[in-house]
């Protein structure tokens, strides 16, 4: 079955530093997006995006946060300035058509902020 | 505000002991209630989508209902491979985000 590629699996950085979080989603996906788990608590929604722009963003992201599709094959989560609450399971999904039944989730990429 | 119950937030069988994971949830609007699988360190695995009352899913010892303010995940006969976190979503009309509960922790024992 195709698979939703993420990486690093896990990165550790210094509160204030810029972190890129790499995804590679399914290849003939079109809706593209990034979740988030911090250890115990829910899967929160953080951006959906399609067709080169964010169609949906929740409060948790907000300034210091940015999506980018660089090619056609990669979508790219940056948080400019790392707090130490943004630690947490961080996760990319995506789907062919929007509304589409079956969103597929990668394996995540574990942030460490310290 | 919309939302997601799930309980209990965990259930220890045993193999073979049959048992229901529940799900309540207030939307405006359903487009769709999700069921998720995730095991440790991994992203959630899709099982199921319902879209109105009275639907029923299965998949071999899993089968899925849905009721206007709840759904049913009821595990038949269940095996040590079904330990897991069973993850219930959401997802209202006009949006693309999916509301998660805290799920269920899944442990059977042989």
């Known amino acids: 079955e195709p698979e939703v590629t993420q990486t690093p699996s896990h990165q550790v950085t210094q509160m204030g530093q810029e972190v890129i979080l790499r995804c590679v989603p399914i290849s003939n996906h079109l809706y593209f997006y990034w979740y988030r788990q911090i250890l115990g608590q829910k899967v929160e929604f953080l951006v959906s995006?399609?067709?080169?722009?964010?169609?949906?963003k929740s409060e948790i992201f907000d300034d210091q946060f940015s999506v980018e599709r660089p090619d056609g094959s990669n979508f790219t989560l940056k948080i400019r300035s790392t707090k130490l609450e943004d630690s947490a399971m961080y996760f990319c999904?995506?789907?062919?058509?929007?509304?589409?039944?079956?969103?597929?989730f990668g394996s995540g990429t574990q942030l460490s902020v310290l | 505000e919309d939302q997601v119950t799930q309980s209990p937030e965990a259930l220890r069988l045993q193999e073979g002991e049959s048992s229901s994971l529940n799900c309540s949830y207030t939307v405006s609007g359903l487009r769709g209630l999700f069921w998720y699988r995730q095991d440790p360190g991994k992203g959630p695995e899709f099982l199921f989508t319902?879209?109105?009352a009275g639907e029923e899913k299965e998949k071999e010892r899993l089968k899925a209902t849905l009721t206007k303010k709840e759904s049913f995940l009821h595990i038949t006969a269940p095996k040590p491979e079904d330990s897991a976190t069973y993850l219930c979503?959401?997802?209202?009309?006009?949006?693309?985000?999916?509301?998660f509960g805290t799920g269920t922790r899944l442990q059977v024992f042989p």
């Open positions: 319902l879209y109105s």
């Open positions: 979503a959401v997802q209202a009309r006009n949006t693309d985000k999916l509301i």
């Open positions: 995006f399609y067709n080169n722009e964010i169609s949906e």
């Open positions: 999904a995506s789907h062919q058509e929007q509304g589409g039944e079956k969103l597929f």
